[in-house]
């Protein structure tokens, strides 16, 4: 009897060293399931994202929806499938997305909303910017430089929580100048998918409709605003009428350098990818977070929330922010600008 178990546990002994040991832990998986890689905005959230999970040596997997609503509800399906251990959502539509978290929740997977708010009050975080901070400094830019006249508002997706959000926080903003009829909205809209060539045409009907007597385009990101602007062009008129931003893209910043859109909203991407991979870490261990209450109006539920900060951005502080903090090189956001008219760069 002593010799067979002596044998077996020789035995155990030399399949172990064959098999090279005890089995190795398992790499965590994060899946990250985007919307779009469109804008410049997202291709930054996409390696931020990426490098922050080398960095933390979690494997992630990255779906791309190409804004299509049932793709990323497939890429959901997908991404469960390969049993990650935490799920983070960009979603296409705020609404459709509960379901996926739903299904996320089921199996017992934890979900981050990734700067857009899912309607869900089953996510365990949703991690972004100060959203209504963006649309309050948008509106009040917009009044502080054009406190009168002619207003033309262009929200982003109307599938998008942020766009409402937004558009809440504009017109709260600007309430008291319209009641006061110092300002007038002419015309406002959604833009499917945050679409530059729809915020194009809006702004030409807006242009012809009111015989070009518009003071402020009050725009919700830099997209939008780049189809604004290449309208204003072709009257003559960029530069003469205010146009806000939010993203600071390479083309929106060399815009404002150029004296075409007024501001845009800096959000600094690293720091935000980084937040949700380190929170997909701990809900994946099931660790506690450090969120505050958001209250989704559209649920009218609190919902746990890790917000960041966000900073106004016009051609008088180019230099003191997105330049000064790396996001965009001096030469290439005066690209368009003559050198006897750039900022001096400051000695090194």
Not at 88 to 114: C, F, L, N, R
Not at 278 to 301: R, S, V, Y
């Amino acid at each position: 009897m002593k010799f067979k178990i002596l044998f077996i546990l020789f035995a155990i002994a030399l399949i172990s060293a064959c098999s090279g040991g005890p089995p190795k832990e398992k790499r965590m998986k994060i899946g990250f399931a985007m919307d779009t890689l469109k804008e410049e905005r997202w291709q930054r959230d996409h390696d931020a994202f990426k490098e922050q999970c080398e960095k933390m040596n979690v494997e992630c997997v990255i779906t791309i929806a190409d804004n299509k609503a049932d793709k990323q509800a497939n890429d959901v399906d997908n991404l469960l499938t390969q049993k990650v251990d935490a799920l983070v959502i960009a979603p296409h539509d705020s609404t459709q997305a509960a379901s996926m978290v739903e299904k996320a929740k089921a199996q017992g997977v934890p979900v981050i909303s990734y700067d857009r708010l899912i309607n869900s009050d089953k996510i365990d975080a949703y991690i972004s910017h100060q959203v209504p901070v963006i649309g309050r400094k948008i509106a009040e830019y917009a009044l502080q430089k054009a406190p009168k006249g002619n207003y033309v508002m262009v929200y982003g997706a109307s599938t998008d929580n942020n766009a409402v959000i937004m558009k809440k926080e504009q017109l709260a903003v600007l309430q008291g100048a319209i009641d006061k009829k110092d300002i007038t909205i002419v015309a406002d809209n959604f833009m499917t998918d945050w679409r530059p060539d729809e915020a194009l045409k809006m702004t030409e009907n807006a242009l012809t409709q009111n015989n070009d007597n518009i003071q402020a385009f009050v725009v919700s990101n830099d997209g939008m605003a780049g189809g604004v602007v290449s309208a204003l062009e072709k009257k003559g008129l960029a530069g003469k009428i205010l146009v806000t931003g939010q993203d600071a893209q390479l083309d929106a910043l060399q815009r404002i350098a150029e004296g075409k859109q007024s501001m845009t909203v800096y959000k600094p991407i690293a720091p935000l990818a980084n937040a949700a991979v380190e929170a997909a870490i701990k809900l994946a261990k099931k660790e506690k977070l450090d969120t505050k209450p958001f209250m989704n109006d559209a649920l009218k539920k609190e919902i746990p929330a890790i917000l960041l900060e966000v900073t106004t951005v016009d051609k008088a502080n180019l230099m003191d922010t997105v330049i000064k903090d790396g996001w965009a090189k001096f030469e290439d956001v005066y690209k368009n600008v003559p050198e006897a008219d750039r900022p001096k760069k400051a000695a090194n």
